[in-house]
């Protein structure tokens, strides 16, 4: 098992900065991929950053220039440096890490989430 405790989240205004954090603990060999991905109230979760082990980033289209993503390797953790925030960046980010399992496709576990509110 995989435990994930987000931080960070919070209430910011248009143009605005936040840093959100993902710690990892438990079973954390084996960790092909950490990422970011954000839900809103009626829409599907999606992609919003993943950082794998060997370090190579992948941005959604709408963050690409404004967001972030790293990780610190001794720490276990994952950060997600928000800039220039907009009112279509309002979710609840949840923090992803994307295990391999022998003898099995690859488990993904999830953080609790962490609500993000870009005010106009």
């Known amino acids: 098992q995989v435990q994930l405790v987000e931080s960070g989240g919070g209430l910011v205004q248009t143009g605005g900065s936040l840093r959100l954090s993902c710690a990892a603990s438990g079973s954390i060999f084996n960790i092909i991929a950490m990422g970011w991905y954000r839900q809103t109230p009626g829409k599907p979760r999606e992609l919003v950053a993943s950082i794998t082990s060997g370090g190579s980033t992948n941005y959604a289209d709408s963050v690409k220039g404004r967001f972030t993503i790293s990780r610190d390797n001794a720490k276990n953790t994952a950060y997600l440096q928000m800039n220039s925030l907009k009112p279509e960046d309002t979710a609840v980010y949840y923090c992803?890490?994307?295990?391999?399992?022998?003898?099995?496709?690859?488990?993904?576990?999830w953080g609790q989430g962490t609500q993000v509110t870009v005010s106009s």
């Open positions: 992803n890490v994307e295990k391999w399992v022998a003898g099995t496709n690859p488990r993904d576990y």
